[in-house]
Protein backbone atom coordinates (compact mmCIF):
# COMPACT_ATOMS: atom_id res chain seq x y z
CA UNK A 1 0.00 0.00 0.00
CA UNK A 2 1.52 3.29 -0.95
CA UNK A 3 0.30 6.61 0.10
CA UNK A 4 -3.28 7.87 -1.15
CA UNK A 5 -5.69 10.28 -0.77
CA UNK A 6 -9.56 8.34 -0.39
CA UNK A 7 -12.75 9.39 0.08
CA UNK A 8 -14.52 8.55 3.17
CA UNK A 9 -14.33 4.46 3.66
CA UNK A 10 -10.45 4.25 2.52
CA UNK A 11 -9.17 3.53 5.61
CA UNK A 12 -12.33 1.23 6.50
CA UNK A 13 -11.50 -0.48 3.09
CA UNK A 14 -7.27 -0.57 3.47
CA UNK A 15 -8.17 -1.73 6.76
CA UNK A 16 -10.30 -4.85 5.73
CA UNK A 17 -6.93 -5.54 3.55
CA UNK A 18 -4.66 -5.37 5.99
CA UNK A 19 -6.58 -7.78 8.02
CA UNK A 20 -7.57 -10.69 5.41
CA UNK A 21 -3.97 -10.00 4.92
CA UNK A 22 -2.69 -10.75 8.31
CA UNK A 23 -0.80 -7.71 8.34
CA UNK A 24 1.54 -6.20 10.56
CA UNK A 25 2.18 -2.33 10.46
CA UNK A 26 1.00 0.98 11.73
CA UNK A 27 -2.11 2.49 8.85
CA UNK A 28 -1.65 6.27 9.36
CA UNK A 29 -4.44 8.19 8.30
CA UNK A 30 -4.48 11.96 8.35
CA UNK A 31 -6.64 14.95 7.06
CA UNK A 32 -5.56 18.04 6.94
CA UNK A 33 -3.38 18.60 10.21
CA UNK A 34 -5.05 15.64 11.89
CA UNK A 35 -4.13 12.10 12.05
CA UNK A 36 -4.28 8.83 13.52
CA UNK A 37 -2.29 6.07 13.60
CA UNK A 38 -3.90 2.55 13.67
CA UNK A 39 -1.53 -0.48 14.99
CA UNK A 40 -1.68 -3.99 13.61
CA UNK A 41 -0.25 -7.09 14.71
CA UNK A 42 -0.90 -10.22 12.59
CA UNK A 43 -3.80 -8.46 10.82
CA UNK A 44 -5.68 -7.83 14.66
CA UNK A 45 -5.96 -4.02 15.96
CA UNK A 46 -3.44 -3.47 19.08
CA UNK A 47 -3.21 -0.01 19.77
CA UNK A 48 -4.04 3.52 18.00
CA UNK A 49 -2.69 6.62 18.83
CA UNK A 50 -3.54 10.61 17.26
CA UNK A 51 -3.00 14.35 17.74
CA UNK A 52 -6.64 15.08 18.06
CA UNK A 53 -7.18 17.43 21.52
CA UNK A 54 -10.04 15.02 22.38
CA UNK A 55 -8.28 11.77 22.10
CA UNK A 56 -5.10 12.20 24.16
CA UNK A 57 -5.30 10.57 27.26
CA UNK A 58 -5.07 12.56 30.06
CA UNK A 59 -8.21 14.71 28.14
CA UNK A 60 -10.06 11.12 28.04
CA UNK A 61 -9.71 10.25 31.53
CA UNK A 62 -10.75 13.62 33.40
CA UNK A 63 -13.85 13.64 30.66
CA UNK A 64 -14.77 10.36 32.16
CA UNK A 65 -14.50 11.42 35.69
CA UNK A 66 -11.85 8.93 36.62
CA UNK A 67 -8.95 11.47 36.95
CA UNK A 68 -9.16 14.56 38.12
CA UNK A 69 -5.96 17.21 37.36
CA UNK A 70 -4.51 17.33 40.68
CA UNK A 71 -4.46 13.08 39.96
CA UNK A 72 -2.76 13.80 36.76
CA UNK A 73 -0.30 16.22 37.90
CA UNK A 74 0.86 13.76 40.33
CA UNK A 75 1.47 11.44 37.97
CA UNK A 76 4.07 13.39 36.23
CA UNK A 77 4.99 13.25 32.70
CA UNK A 78 5.14 9.25 31.38
CA UNK A 79 6.70 7.15 28.45
CA UNK A 80 3.19 5.60 27.64
CA UNK A 81 0.17 4.44 29.24
CA UNK A 82 1.22 1.58 31.24
CA UNK A 83 3.13 3.65 33.57
CA UNK A 84 0.83 6.50 33.39
CA UNK A 85 -1.87 3.69 34.76
CA UNK A 86 1.09 2.60 37.72
CA UNK A 87 1.01 5.97 38.39
CA UNK A 88 -2.35 7.10 38.77
CA UNK A 89 -2.68 3.70 41.05
CA UNK A 90 0.06 4.32 42.97
CA UNK A 91 -0.44 8.32 43.70
CA UNK A 92 -3.81 8.59 43.64
CA UNK A 93 -5.49 4.93 44.44
CA UNK A 94 -7.65 4.88 41.35
CA UNK A 95 -8.84 1.89 39.96
CA UNK A 96 -6.70 0.30 37.90
CA UNK A 97 -9.26 -1.74 35.67
CA UNK A 98 -11.35 1.13 35.50
CA UNK A 99 -8.68 2.96 34.06
CA UNK A 100 -7.31 0.17 31.78
CA UNK A 101 -10.94 0.14 30.42
CA UNK A 102 -11.23 3.73 29.75
CA UNK A 103 -8.20 3.77 28.07
CA UNK A 104 -8.92 0.65 25.80
CA UNK A 105 -12.20 2.32 24.81
CA UNK A 106 -10.56 5.59 23.63
CA UNK A 107 -8.08 3.49 21.47
CA UNK A 108 -11.30 1.96 19.60
CA UNK A 109 -12.63 5.70 19.28
CA UNK A 110 -9.77 6.59 17.64
CA UNK A 111 -9.97 3.43 15.18
CA UNK A 112 -13.50 3.98 14.73
CA UNK A 113 -13.32 8.01 13.97
CA UNK A 114 -10.14 7.27 11.89
CA UNK A 115 -12.21 4.50 9.88
CA UNK A 116 -15.47 7.09 9.43
CA UNK A 117 -13.27 10.24 7.96
CA UNK A 118 -14.51 11.48 4.90
CA UNK A 119 -11.13 12.39 3.39
CA UNK A 120 -7.97 11.23 4.27
CA UNK A 121 -4.30 10.29 3.27
CA UNK A 122 -3.64 6.98 3.90
CA UNK A 123 -0.16 5.41 4.27
CA UNK A 124 0.56 1.60 5.57
CA UNK A 125 4.01 1.26 6.89
CA UNK A 126 4.72 -2.69 7.32
CA UNK A 127 6.45 -3.77 10.26
CA UNK A 128 6.17 -4.39 13.85
CA UNK A 129 5.34 -1.31 16.18
CA UNK A 130 7.10 -1.33 19.58
CA UNK A 131 4.25 -1.18 21.96
CA UNK A 132 5.61 -2.65 25.14
CA UNK A 133 5.08 0.18 27.30
CA UNK A 134 1.36 1.03 25.94
CA UNK A 135 -1.63 -0.23 27.41
CA UNK A 136 -3.30 -2.47 24.15
CA UNK A 137 -6.38 -3.78 22.85
CA UNK A 138 -6.01 -7.41 20.73
CA UNK A 139 -9.34 -6.73 18.40
CA UNK A 140 -10.49 -8.55 15.51
CA UNK A 141 -10.98 -5.91 12.78
CA UNK A 142 -13.87 -7.60 11.54
CA UNK A 143 -16.20 -5.62 14.40
CA UNK A 144 -14.31 -2.56 14.25
CA UNK A 145 -15.28 -2.26 10.66
CA UNK A 146 -18.97 -3.42 10.76
CA UNK A 147 -19.15 -0.84 13.26
CA UNK A 148 -17.76 1.58 11.18
CA UNK A 149 -20.16 0.63 8.50
CA UNK A 150 -23.09 1.30 10.55
CA UNK A 151 -22.38 4.46 11.38
CA UNK A 152 -21.66 5.36 7.75
CA UNK A 153 -24.69 4.16 6.84
CA UNK A 154 -26.74 6.33 9.21
CA UNK A 155 -25.31 9.22 8.65
CA UNK A 156 -27.41 11.09 6.09
CA UNK A 157 -24.43 12.73 3.83
CA UNK A 158 -23.47 8.67 3.21
CA UNK A 159 -26.79 7.97 2.41
CA UNK A 160 -27.23 6.98 -1.23
CA UNK A 161 -29.06 9.46 -3.56
CA UNK A 162 -32.83 9.75 -3.92
CA UNK A 163 -34.17 9.02 -7.21
CA UNK A 164 -35.13 11.42 -9.38
CA UNK A 165 -38.37 10.74 -9.11
CA UNK A 166 -38.42 11.47 -5.52
CA UNK A 167 -36.36 15.28 -5.72
CA UNK A 168 -38.41 16.55 -2.50
CA UNK A 169 -36.24 15.47 0.29
CA UNK A 170 -37.90 14.70 4.00
CA UNK A 171 -38.71 17.04 6.37
CA UNK A 172 -35.98 15.61 8.73
CA UNK A 173 -33.18 16.51 6.28
CA UNK A 174 -33.68 19.89 5.39
CA UNK A 175 -31.46 22.26 6.58
CA UNK A 176 -32.71 25.81 5.35
CA UNK A 177 -29.43 26.88 6.06
CA UNK A 178 -26.94 24.83 5.48
CA UNK A 179 -26.24 26.58 1.81
CA UNK A 180 -25.12 29.81 3.70
CA UNK A 181 -21.69 30.86 3.04
CA UNK A 182 -21.54 32.12 6.60
CA UNK A 183 -23.30 29.71 8.11
CA UNK A 184 -21.20 27.00 5.98
CA UNK A 185 -17.92 28.98 7.16
CA UNK A 186 -18.62 28.91 10.50
CA UNK A 187 -19.70 25.34 10.89
CA UNK A 188 -16.63 24.33 9.49
CA UNK A 189 -14.67 26.26 11.64
CA UNK A 190 -16.45 24.59 14.57
CA UNK A 191 -16.08 21.16 13.19
CA UNK A 192 -12.25 22.12 12.89
CA UNK A 193 -11.85 22.64 16.65
CA UNK A 194 -11.58 18.73 17.20
CA UNK A 195 -8.74 18.21 15.39
CA UNK A 196 -6.82 21.56 16.49
CA UNK A 197 -4.58 21.50 19.17
CA UNK A 198 -5.03 24.92 21.63
CA UNK A 199 -1.91 26.79 19.90
CA UNK A 200 -4.20 26.05 16.20
CA UNK A 201 -6.99 26.91 17.49
CA UNK A 202 -5.77 30.41 19.05
CA UNK A 203 -3.83 30.65 15.79
CA UNK A 204 -0.86 30.86 18.01
CA UNK A 205 2.91 30.11 17.46
CA UNK A 206 4.19 27.41 20.51
CA UNK A 207 6.75 30.64 21.36
CA UNK A 208 3.62 33.16 21.85
CA UNK A 209 3.77 34.84 25.36
CA UNK A 210 0.51 35.52 27.37
CA UNK A 211 -0.34 38.62 26.09
CA UNK A 212 -0.23 37.47 22.75
CA UNK A 213 -2.74 34.69 23.92
CA UNK A 214 -4.59 37.18 25.12
CA UNK A 215 -4.97 39.47 22.18
CA UNK A 216 -5.79 36.51 20.16
CA UNK A 217 -8.46 34.91 21.94
CA UNK A 218 -10.19 38.25 22.57
CA UNK A 219 -10.11 38.86 18.78
CA UNK A 220 -11.89 35.52 18.44
CA UNK A 221 -14.50 36.38 21.53
CA UNK A 222 -15.50 39.51 19.39
CA UNK A 223 -16.30 37.89 16.32
CA UNK A 224 -17.65 34.23 17.98
CA UNK A 225 -18.66 35.06 21.68
CA UNK A 226 -22.42 33.78 21.53
CA UNK A 227 -23.64 37.26 22.51
CA UNK A 228 -21.60 38.69 20.08
CA UNK A 229 -22.97 36.92 16.96
CA UNK A 230 -25.39 38.66 14.76
CA UNK A 231 -27.80 37.79 11.82
CA UNK A 232 -28.59 34.70 10.97
CA UNK A 233 -25.44 33.23 13.19
CA UNK A 234 -27.11 34.63 16.03
CA UNK A 235 -30.34 32.79 14.19
CA UNK A 236 -29.03 29.34 14.22
CA UNK A 237 -25.73 28.96 15.72
CA UNK A 238 -25.51 29.75 19.14
CA UNK A 239 -25.86 26.56 20.85
CA UNK A 240 -22.78 25.70 18.27
CA UNK A 241 -21.26 28.44 19.11
CA UNK A 242 -21.56 28.12 22.86
CA UNK A 243 -19.64 24.74 22.63
CA UNK A 244 -16.79 26.25 19.77
CA UNK A 245 -16.10 29.26 22.47
CA UNK A 246 -16.30 26.82 25.57
CA UNK A 247 -13.08 25.24 23.93
CA UNK A 248 -11.69 28.50 22.89
CA UNK A 249 -11.85 29.34 26.69
CA UNK A 250 -10.52 26.22 27.83
CA UNK A 251 -7.48 26.70 25.43
CA UNK A 252 -6.96 30.31 26.68
CA UNK A 253 -7.17 29.65 30.56
CA UNK A 254 -4.64 26.86 29.56
CA UNK A 255 -2.09 28.91 27.82
CA UNK A 256 -2.04 32.09 30.45
CA UNK A 257 -1.21 29.68 33.24
CA UNK A 258 2.40 28.75 33.43
CA UNK A 259 1.56 25.93 35.31
CA UNK A 260 -0.88 24.25 33.25
CA UNK A 261 0.58 25.30 30.06
CA UNK A 262 4.01 23.58 30.94
CA UNK A 263 1.91 20.13 31.19
CA UNK A 264 -0.56 20.93 28.25
CA UNK A 265 3.22 21.18 26.40
CA UNK A 266 4.26 18.02 27.63
CA UNK A 267 1.61 16.22 26.90
CA UNK A 268 1.02 17.20 23.42
CA UNK A 269 4.78 16.89 22.74
CA UNK A 270 4.23 13.09 23.79
CA UNK A 271 1.59 12.75 21.15
CA UNK A 272 3.04 14.39 18.68
CA UNK A 273 6.66 12.57 19.16
CA UNK A 274 4.93 9.26 19.03
CA UNK A 275 5.67 9.00 14.95
CA UNK A 276 9.31 9.99 15.69
CA UNK A 277 9.58 7.29 18.58
CA UNK A 278 8.25 4.63 15.85
CA UNK A 279 10.88 5.83 13.20
CA UNK A 280 13.30 6.18 16.13
CA UNK A 281 13.41 2.74 17.84
CA UNK A 282 16.22 0.34 18.62
CA UNK A 283 16.45 -1.24 15.32
CA UNK A 284 17.39 -4.47 17.72
CA UNK A 285 14.02 -4.84 19.11
CA UNK A 286 11.88 -4.08 16.06
CA UNK A 287 14.30 -7.15 14.65
CA UNK A 288 13.38 -9.40 17.63
CA UNK A 289 9.64 -8.19 17.24
CA UNK A 290 9.92 -9.69 13.42
CA UNK A 291 11.37 -12.25 14.03
CA UNK A 292 8.86 -13.46 16.52
CA UNK A 293 6.20 -12.90 14.24
CA UNK A 294 7.90 -14.71 11.16
CA UNK A 295 8.23 -17.48 13.69
CA UNK A 296 4.41 -17.54 14.24
CA UNK A 297 3.71 -17.22 10.63
CA UNK A 298 5.50 -20.32 10.29
CA UNK A 299 4.18 -22.40 12.72
CA UNK A 300 0.97 -21.43 11.29
CA UNK A 301 2.36 -22.59 7.48
CA UNK A 302 2.22 -19.20 6.38
CA UNK A 303 5.47 -19.35 4.67
CA UNK A 304 5.02 -16.10 2.38
CA UNK A 305 4.62 -13.99 5.65
CA UNK A 306 7.16 -15.68 7.83
CA UNK A 307 10.11 -15.03 4.89
CA UNK A 308 9.06 -11.69 4.75
CA UNK A 309 8.92 -11.10 8.59
CA UNK A 310 12.63 -12.86 8.56
CA UNK A 311 13.78 -10.68 6.29
CA UNK A 312 12.49 -7.57 7.90
CA UNK A 313 14.81 -9.06 11.08
CA UNK A 314 17.50 -9.68 9.21
CA UNK A 315 17.81 -6.10 7.39
CA UNK A 316 17.49 -4.24 10.74
CA UNK A 317 19.70 -6.24 12.25
CA UNK A 318 22.05 -8.10 9.82
CA UNK A 319 24.70 -9.39 12.18
CA UNK A 320 22.47 -11.50 14.13
CA UNK A 321 23.00 -14.93 12.82
CA UNK A 322 19.93 -16.28 14.05
CA UNK A 323 18.16 -14.26 12.11
CA UNK A 324 19.79 -15.33 8.60
CA UNK A 325 19.79 -18.92 9.61
CA UNK A 326 16.13 -18.97 10.35
CA UNK A 327 15.37 -17.25 6.87
CA UNK A 328 17.25 -19.80 4.84
CA UNK A 329 15.26 -22.35 6.22
CA UNK A 330 12.43 -20.78 5.34
CA UNK A 331 13.83 -20.23 2.21
CA UNK A 332 14.73 -23.75 1.73
CA UNK A 333 11.11 -24.76 1.53
CA UNK A 334 10.32 -22.70 -2.03
CA UNK A 335 12.42 -24.16 -5.02
CA UNK A 336 12.70 -20.73 -6.09
CA UNK A 337 14.32 -19.46 -3.04
CA UNK A 338 17.50 -22.08 -3.40
CA UNK A 339 19.88 -19.49 -3.88
CA UNK A 340 18.55 -16.84 -1.69
CA UNK A 341 18.72 -19.71 1.25
CA UNK A 342 22.33 -20.58 0.42
CA UNK A 343 23.30 -17.13 0.61
CA UNK A 344 21.40 -17.05 4.33
CA UNK A 345 23.15 -19.93 6.20
CA UNK A 346 26.24 -19.37 4.58
CA UNK A 347 26.14 -16.07 6.35
CA UNK A 348 24.43 -17.67 9.08
CA UNK A 349 27.60 -19.85 9.41
CA UNK A 350 30.08 -16.54 8.89
CA UNK A 351 28.29 -14.90 11.58
CA UNK A 352 28.66 -17.89 14.29
CA UNK A 353 30.88 -20.81 13.31
CA UNK A 354 29.09 -23.00 16.07
CA UNK A 355 25.97 -23.23 14.41
CA UNK A 356 25.20 -26.33 13.80
CA UNK A 357 21.78 -25.85 12.96
CA UNK A 358 22.36 -23.71 10.04
CA UNK A 359 25.74 -25.88 8.62
CA UNK A 360 23.26 -29.11 8.28
CA UNK A 361 20.68 -26.86 6.51
CA UNK A 362 23.47 -25.70 4.51
CA UNK A 363 24.53 -29.19 3.91
CA UNK A 364 20.85 -30.44 2.90
CA UNK A 365 20.38 -28.06 0.18
CA UNK A 366 24.14 -29.23 -1.01
CA UNK A 367 22.94 -32.56 -1.11
CA UNK A 368 19.59 -32.08 -2.70
CA UNK A 369 21.10 -30.27 -5.78
CA UNK A 370 24.05 -33.02 -6.45
CA UNK A 371 27.17 -31.42 -4.69
CA UNK A 372 27.62 -34.34 -2.78
CA UNK A 373 31.71 -33.49 -1.51
CA UNK A 374 30.60 -30.11 -0.71
CA UNK A 375 27.47 -31.51 1.26
CA UNK A 376 29.73 -34.33 2.87
CA UNK A 377 32.07 -32.00 4.40
CA UNK A 378 29.36 -29.70 5.65
CA UNK A 379 27.61 -32.20 7.12
CA UNK A 380 30.96 -33.24 9.22
CA UNK A 381 31.30 -29.64 9.66
CA UNK A 382 27.97 -29.53 11.92
CA UNK A 383 29.36 -32.96 13.51
CA UNK A 384 32.39 -31.49 14.39
CA UNK A 385 30.33 -29.10 16.83
CA UNK A 386 27.52 -31.59 17.38
CA UNK A 387 28.29 -34.63 17.23
CA UNK A 388 24.47 -35.49 17.99
CA UNK A 389 23.04 -33.78 15.02
CA UNK A 390 20.61 -36.38 13.78
CA UNK A 391 20.16 -34.21 10.74
CA UNK A 392 23.91 -34.16 9.88
CA UNK A 393 24.04 -38.08 10.53
CA UNK A 394 20.98 -39.31 8.63
CA UNK A 395 22.34 -36.89 5.91
CA UNK A 396 26.06 -38.65 5.27
CA UNK A 397 23.92 -41.83 5.72
CA UNK A 398 22.29 -41.35 2.82
CA UNK A 399 25.53 -39.99 1.07
CA UNK A 400 27.34 -43.12 1.80
CA UNK A 401 30.98 -43.14 1.40
CA UNK A 402 30.73 -41.60 -2.05
CA UNK A 403 32.23 -38.38 -3.20
CA UNK A 404 30.73 -35.79 -5.51
CA UNK A 405 31.94 -32.02 -6.97
CA UNK A 406 34.72 -30.58 -5.87
CA UNK A 407 34.18 -27.94 -2.68
CA UNK A 408 32.15 -25.34 -4.27
CA UNK A 409 29.39 -22.70 -4.09
CA UNK A 410 26.11 -24.32 -5.31
CA UNK A 411 25.49 -21.73 -7.64
CA UNK A 412 29.16 -21.45 -8.89
CA UNK A 413 29.48 -24.67 -10.60
CA UNK A 414 31.71 -24.84 -13.53
Same mark, same amino acid.
Given at each position: ?232 ? %? !?????? @?? +???? $?? &?? =???? #? ?84 ? %? !?????? @?? +???? $?? &?? =???? #? ?52
Amino acid at each position: MTDSTLTAGGALNALRELAEERRSGVLASRRGSAGIHICLQDGRVVFATSNLLRFQHNRWLTAAGLAHHDALKMAGPTRGTKELVDNLVKHSGLDRMDLVSSLRALLKEMVLEALTWHATELHFSPGVPVLHEHILIDDAADGLIQAAEEHLENTPARKAPREVADPVPAPAEQDPHGHNPEVAAFREKVQLTGEQNYYELLDLDSKADSETVRKHYYHLARAYHPDALKGIL %A !EVCRAE @AE +EYFA $TV &TD =AYNT #LTRPEQRKEYDQQLGSQASWDREQRQQQPTELAKLNFISGTRALAAGELHDAAQFFRNAVQLHPDHGEYHRELGIVEMRNPRWQKS %A !EFSLRR @AI +ELEQ $TD &TR =ALAH #LGQIYQENGLKRRATETYQKALDWDPENEMAHAGLAALGASSGSAGKSLFSRG
